[in-house]
């Protein structure tokens, strides 16, 4: 059964930093692309960044580049998300995915695999 486990979210202020990591399990996904959306109260789920499966670039929301990094350990089956520079907009539970090809996408539905969320909070 595959299960992905995010954690590292909390309560900052506006210009702190956090970051965010998921554990997969089940399954290898170091050739799978995986990403990070987010949902604010009363909003839809938004795309954050994805990373391909191999090769290839991250693809970054125009609200967080330059501010967010995605990296991962394929040794130990985590991606993370460094998140600096927060923002109060950034405020929202943040789930990481895994998508069965090689490369990313922005669409959430292109995703089979999602984690619970970790709610990031951050205060003005």
């Known amino acids: 059964q595959v299960q992905l486990v995010e954690s590292g979210g909390g309560l900052v202020q506006a210009g702190d930093s956090l970051r965010l990591s998921c554990a997969a399990s089940?399954?290898?996904?170091?050739?799978?692309?995986m990403a990070w959306f987010r949902q604010a109260p009363g909003k839809e789920r938004e795309f954050v960044v994805s990373?391909?499966?191999?090769?290839?670039?991250?693809d970054y929301a125009d609200s967080v580049k330059g501010r967010f990094t995605i990296s991962r350990d394929n040794a130990k089956n985590t991606v993370y998300l460094q998140m600096n520079s927060l923002k109060p907009e950034d405020t929202a539970v943040y789930y990481c995915?895994?998508?069965?090809?090689?490369?990313?996408?922005?669409?959430?539905?292109?995703?089979?695999?999602w984690g619970q969320g970790t709610q990031v909070t951050v205060s003005s």
């Open positions: 990373l391909p499966g191999s090769t290839g670039d991250s």
């Open positions: 089940g399954r290898t996904f170091s050739r799978y692309a």
């Open positions: 995915a895994v998508r069965p090809r090689g490369f990313g996408s922005r669409v959430a539905s292109a995703y089979d695999y």
